[in-house]
Nanobody
Framework: VQLQASGGGLVQAGGSLRLSCAAS????????MGWFRQAPGKEREFVST????????YYTDSVKGRFTISRDNAKNTVYLQMNSLLPEDTAVYYC???????????????WGQGTQVTVSS
């Protein structure tokens, strides 16, 4: 599966952005999907994942209540709605796919190219 992330940009603290990840090559419903991010000088970290049907979701503690992951399998697209953004949310955001459970973070092995999110204070 090929993944293309978009929707990043520059936003002030407290603002919102919606990231999109378009999949091609395979039917999206075959994959658990996730968003990960990498800040400058830091390792890539998990942000959120969603099950193949979209029924179940999983978030890292720092984004709970602010970010919402969703998917539209008919459009082969996954979204990450980010509200109440903080400067510490600044990172390159990557979408990823896995044929395993959405809870098995180490098995996400198909990656998009990343989209930059910058939150100014």
């Amino acid at each position: 599966v090929q993944l293309q992330a978009s929707g990043g940009g520059l936003v002030q603290a407290g603002g919102s952005l919606r990231l999109s990840c378009a999949a091609s090559g395979r039917t999206l419903s075959s994959f658990s999907m996730g968003w990960f991010r990498q800040a400058p000088g830091k390792e890539r970290e998990f942000v959120s994942t969603i099950s193949k049907t979209g029924v179940a979701t999983y978030y890292t503690d720092s984004v709970k209540g602010r970010f919402t992951i969703s998917r539209d399998n008919a459009k082969n697209t996954v979204y990450l709605q980010m509200n109440s953004l903080l400067p510490e949310d600044t990172a390159v955001y990557y979408c990823a796919a896995s044929q395993a459970s959405y809870l098995r973070l180490t098995l996400f092995n198909a990656w998009g190219q990343g989209t930059q999110v910058t939150v100014s204070s």
